[in-house]
């Protein structure tokens, strides 16, 4: 199955998994790479068991961006391209960040994913749980083919996304800073990964470890604006733009960018921001309090403030790639990297 071509809202055209249309040649190439490692995708998570063989294809068949294999397979061509290796850790990549979908939806009692009902919505907590640690198992049995560097790699990884979602679910420790606290759990729940993919691309294509360090700090930060865009996107009005209920985040009581800036204007004695904290803090189980919620948020000057975090972050992505040579890939990374913010915008 191929990946349905994407795009950003207000945004420049895209190619497959929102890679940015700057190169036509670059673009060709990394769909076909994308082609194959979505066939790859299927076969990594087909079981023998029924069930464990419906619940493991659930979110693949769903669709998604493939962001993470797509920034594998983009890396790769700043060295040798794309190999068996390279098409191997892109696989790898997108089973990982799949199994934490599976954990996170039902730690966040998401209802819906991509659109779809999420997996424990179908299947109960606990398969869900079971089946995110088989697609867990399945990458790591492709990363073991790629070397001890890629196995160490995948479990410094693997620890990174567990630490932010343990920090996460505590939250912040007393007296600590409630928007640094979350911008770290962005960094180690996205940012890791997306690192992770992009340093793989390049270190398996052969490239040298001053590019290979240079994409990984590209990758950590388009992470964290990419997961900081999605705090604003919670926002949005409709569920296209989402593929969840807008303010589902909100009625969870998860920890987003917005919510944290308007509690740390009210701390500091703004009384606008302490009547929206009000609001925020109030039963949001009902749909019409949710959506009155979600638009006074939308409306506050902190949802702007979030979103000039996101663009910061952003750019401070693309200010990374200065080392590298001009060429179609870095202006392709320099795209993407602007391009995740818009989408909030």
């Known amino acids: 199955m191929s990946p349905a071509p994407s795009s950003v809202p207000g945004g420049p055209a895209r190619g497959s998994a929102g890679l940015p249309a700057v190169d036509p040649a670059l673009t060709e190439t990394i769909s076909r790479d994308l082609d194959d490692v979505e066939e790859r995708l299927l076969a990594a998570v087909a079981h023998a068991d029924e069930l464990a063989d419906a619940t493991s294809r659930h979110l693949v068949v769903a ?8 920034l594998t397979l983009l890396c790769a061509q700043l060295g040798d391209g794309t190999g068996p ?32 009902p999420s997996a424990h919505a179908l299947w109960g907590n606990d398969i869900a749980i079971l089946t995110g640690d088989l697609l ?26 567990c630490l932010g979602q343990m920090h996460e679910t505590t939250g912040p420790r007393p007296g600590e800073d409630a928007v640094a606290h979350h911008l770290q759990v962005l960094a180690d729940k996205t940012g890791s990964l997306i690192a992770t993919s992009a340093r793989y691309g390049a270190g398996l294509a052969g490239c040298g470890r001053d590019v290979v360090d240079v994409v990984a700090a590209y990758g950590e930060r388009v992470g964290v604006a990419f997961q900081l865009a999605d705090d604003v996107l919670d926002l949005a009005e409709t569920t296209q733009q989402t593929g969840k209920t807008p303010g589902t985040d909100l009625r969870e009581g998860v920890a987003t960018l917005p919510v944290l800036l308007a509690r740390q204007r009210a701390a500091g004695g703004d009384a606008q921001a302490r009547d929206l904290v009000e609001v925020l803090d109030g039963d949001l189980s009902g749909d019409d309090a949710l959506a009155a919620a979600v638009q006074a948020l939308r409306a506050s000057s902190v949802t702007e403030q979030a979103q000039a975090q996101a663009r910061q972050w952003g750019e401070d992505a693309v200010a990374a790639l200065d080392p590298l040579p001009a060429g179609a890939v870095k202006d392709a990374l320099v795209a993407f990297a602007r391009g995740v913010t818009d989408r909030s915008s």
Do not use: I
Request: no cysteine; hydrophobic share 50%.
């Open 63 to 70: 669709g998604g961006k493939r962001v993470r294999p797509m």
């Open 85 to 116: 290796q390279v098409l191997t850790a892109a696989v790898a990549v997108e089973l990982t960040h799949l199994a934490s979908l599976y954990h996170d939806d039902v730690m966040d009692s998401a209802a819906v994913r991509r659109g779809a």
């Open 136 to 161: 867990f198992a399945r990458a790591s049995r492709l990363v073991a083919d790629l070397g001890p560097d890629a196995v160490r790699l995948q479990a410094e990884t693997f620890e990174r996304l």
